[in-house]
Structures are given as C-alpha cells and as structure tokens.
C-alpha cells in the first residue's frame, strides 16, 4: 500500500483547517480596504484580519467549528479505494486527536458526540475514477453556522421583497439574491455562495457545493452564468448586509453557479453559502508513495502573504477609544447604559454554552452562579497541557484544559430558550454571532441584558482573549458542547441588542429589505 498516503491525508486536513488559501485571503484583503477602519464593519474585518494570520502562525483553527469534512478524491483505474477510505477516516481522527479539527460528529438520536469525527456519516468522502497517473484529494471544512443558511428553492416561487421568480435566468437571479439577504450575517458574512440550477433535490446540493471548489477568482466558461455570477456580485454586495450583517461594503466575496439538467416537473435552484472562513484546499499525490506531489490553490514554493503587517497584529483589537469597559459580574445599570452600535470589552468570569447547555437549563438549574453573569455561545476546541495560542495555557499542567479555538457560535438556534434563562438565572449579557429574534429582544428589555455580537469564525483571536479555564461542567454532553468557565481579558464585542428594544440586526435586515426590492426587474 502507499507508504504517505495517511500522513499526506493528515497534512491536508491540518493545512485546510489552519492557513486560508490565497484567493480566499486576496477576497478579504479588499474587503478590508474597502472600509473605513472605525466603523463597525472595519472594526470586524480586522479582527478577521488578524485572526486568519494568528491561525497560520501558530497552526491554529482558523475557527472553531471546523465543520463538515468533505472530500473528493479522484483515483487513477484500479487504486483501492475501500483501503483509501480507511486511511482517510483514521486521518481526520488524528487531525482531531491533534486539535486541528473540532469534535463535530453527533449521534442525532442521542446527542452523543463520537469524539474524533468518525461516525455514520462523518466525515463525507466521495470517490471517482479517472484517467490522470496521480491520486487529486480536494477538502473543504464548512462549518454548520453557513450550512444552516443554505437554501433550496423550487420554482416558480414567491420570494419576500422581489415577487414571483420563474423558471428562467431572471428566476435564479431572484433566488440567489433572495438567500444572500435571508443569510444576512448568520453564516459569518462576507461569505460565498455556490449554486446549482437544476438536478434533483439530491444532486442540487451536491452540485452547489462541488462549486465551492471553483477558485474566487475564475470566469464560468459558461458566458450566460458568467454574466449571472457578476450581476449577483454587484447587486448582493449592494444590499449592505456587510461583514457579520453589521452594514457595509462587502457581503459577499464569491458566486459560482453550475447546472445540471433536470427533469420537466422540477427547477430547483440549489445554494450552498460558505463563510469567509472559506477553508477549502487539495493535493496531489503520488500513486505509488501517496507523497504529496503538489498543491491545489496555492502555489508551495511561495510565502504566505500576511493580511495585516506584523505589528498590527501584536496590537491586537484596533480601538478607538470609544470602547466601554465591562468587568463581570455585571450589574444592570451597566447594561442599562449600553445601546446598540457601543463596543464593549469585557473582563472577569465567562461561561460558554450552546445547544445542549440551553437546553439542560430549561429544565436544570445551573451548574454555575450565572447572576450577573455573561453567557458565551460557543463550542471551542480544547486539549489538555501548555501550549496554548498566544501563551494562553502557558506553564499549565499536563491535566490543565487550556483553549484552542474559541469564536461565538450562531445564537438564533437558541431563540426558543433564551429569554427564559436569562430572566430565570439573572444572566445579563449574551454573547453570540448572527443576533436573536423578537423573543431574545423582549426578554431584553424585560430582564436588563444585552446581545453582544463576537466576530464569528474569529477563533484565534478570542483564544487570546482567555486567560485560563478555571472550570467545566456538563462534560457529559461532550467538549464543544460542555460549560467552559473561562476567565477572559479585553474580549471585544459589539451591542447589537440592548435592553431598550432596538436590534441592528432587524434595523439591517429591514434596509437590505428595501434595497433587495428595488432590485426587481420589469
Ligand atoms: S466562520 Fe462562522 S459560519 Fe464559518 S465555520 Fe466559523 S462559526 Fe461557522
């Protein structure tokens, strides 16, 4: 068998996962240059920045959800693939072993999380044969925040704000337009979409996603989706929605749409959203060692180009003075005096929890003292020992949890619940990405808290806000689901939510709204 072909396997995912590919890095680079750097949007796009060049310097996960893992591996005739397979699956629990992947596969009868991100299902590898020497493995990492914002459309259909889309150019154009503004900032935009126009239900998908492997940069050889893929990006880019939907230059970096033929009673135009912790690579292996050859998407033999010159970076958060200081626990005349667009950095005692926390707490009382306190929607990547990034978990012991990877996770999943727990336990900030609905912000209002929105996918850059896990509960339902009780420093955030009743995000979803109308045609 091919002696390299596992530590091959190994190095992609660890590279997939740590270090953005070019276009990808050259997308965001623009987007940074095209805001100012006070503004809300400027503000996120250099925490972005920052956070892709942490990742690569210190072979950190871009983001702590380090999704799906899906591949697509093109043989020459008569290589083994069942042998393959088993290679590829032993990799990514070892890339899971060794952090650079997050605990991800769960038992969806039992909540149970498998632990190395093997399971039914997981990871995803898809096989072909074909006529080339070499064996090609491309991967990409999409994490669940932008695979929740996927959308299918069967057509004709009625879309808000634009009317009837039909069975025509016109009619995809509407939809693809359409799930930009319903993503909004919850699949960490700017973000990229790849679409498929027809196929089935089934292959729709499939074929949206396969899109993703196109680079940003390349022209559809089809001149009619060409034409398509550059109207959607100056229209969508229009709207607004910005950088984590907080308004702003740039709301998509990428649009490649494919088709396949479909059958006479079905159109269903199929969109995949990725977000711009757009972690796809690939290699080339050599059929007889499985040694990498060469690499898809980047060029081996060039440096990295950093985003941001070295000493911003050691700066860390750019501040404008402007910034409200937040020492928890927290009172509510302090969250009283915050309103929406105010930028917080807090300090002292935090306690992550997502689905599995919420849900526990409805029924549970908490593990933790949460009055006052500040409540983190996260699932970050853990491991025992030193080593930490940016000298977090420095001189820990060998039993000590320190963090890895810790960005906010999306927050609307925990609507149902969150205004309970609040009022029940005292809670006085929530902090998420993507924003609530009308339920969080009534409870708001009611309670005295407020939604801080964290940059999403921003997982290095908050590491090194944490300065110590001092706990953990609630083990049981598996690390990135489990309550991490963290002491953090200067952790930025922004107020979209306060506790008078304004949200940016309806006030953005509503603009976009207006402007997503006036891109109707006659
Ligand atoms: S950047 Fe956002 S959407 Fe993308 S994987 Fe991370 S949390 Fe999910």
Known sequence: MLPNFFASVVELIAETSTNLPPDVRV???????????????????????QNIDQAESCDGPICQDTG??????????????????????????????????????????????????????????????WDEPHIEIKLILKGGGCENTNAQYALPAELDHLGRADRTLEGVRKCILH??????????????????VGGDRTS????????????????????RLATLEAEIMDEANRLAIGPMGFSGKTSLIGCKIGALNRLPASFFVSIAYDCWAFRRLGVHLDAATGSIASWLYRDAGKPVVPMLAPDVVA???????????????????????LKVGDVVLISGRMFTG????????????????????????CGPVVAKGAGGPGGQGAGAAEDEWRILAAGPTTSIREEPYQ????????????????????????????????????????AQFYARCIERVTGVSLMEFGTPEAMWHLD????????????HGNSLHRDVEQASGTVLASLTRT
């Open 354 to 377: 997502r689905d599995a926390v919420h849900t526990h707490l409805m029924k549970h009382e908490p593990p933790v003292d949460l009055n006052g306190g500040v409540l983190y929607h």
């Open 204 to 223: 729709g998908y499939l074929h949206a996603k396969a899109q993703l492997f196109r680079t940003l940069d390349d022209v559809n050889p089809d001149g």
């Open 419 to 458: 205004a309970d727990i609040i009022k029940r336990y005292g809670i006085r900030v929530v902090i998420g990405k993507g924003g609530m609905g009308p339920r969080t912000l009534a409870g708001l209002k009611d309670s005295g808290a407020v939604y801080l929105n964290a940059i999403g996918g921003a």
């Open 27 to 49: 997308a965001m680079a623009s987007a940074l240059a095209a805001e100012e750097p006070a503004t809300r949007a400027g503000q996120a796009l250099s925490i972005i920045a």
């Open 315 to 337: 700066a860390g958060f750019p501040r404008t003075g402007r910034e409200v200081m937040l020492q928890a626990p927290i009172t509510e005349g302090q969250v009283r005096a």
């Open 179 to 196: 799930a930009v503004w319903k993503a909004q900032g919850k699949g960490c935009s700017p973000g990229a979409v790849g679409v498929c």
């Open 68 to 129: 799906m893992p899906t591949f697509e591996v093109n043989v020459p005739v008569g290589a083994n693939q069942i042998w393959m397979r088993r290679q590829i699956r032993e990799a990514v629990a070892e890339a899971t072993r060794q952090g650079k992947l997050r605990p991800n596969s769960v038992d969806s009868i039992t909540g149970e999380n498998s632990g190395n991100n093997l399971g039914p299902g997981t990871p995803i590898v898809h096989f072909d044969q």
């Open 488 to 499: 953090v420093k200067d952790f930025p955030a922004i107020v979209t939510m306060d506790s």
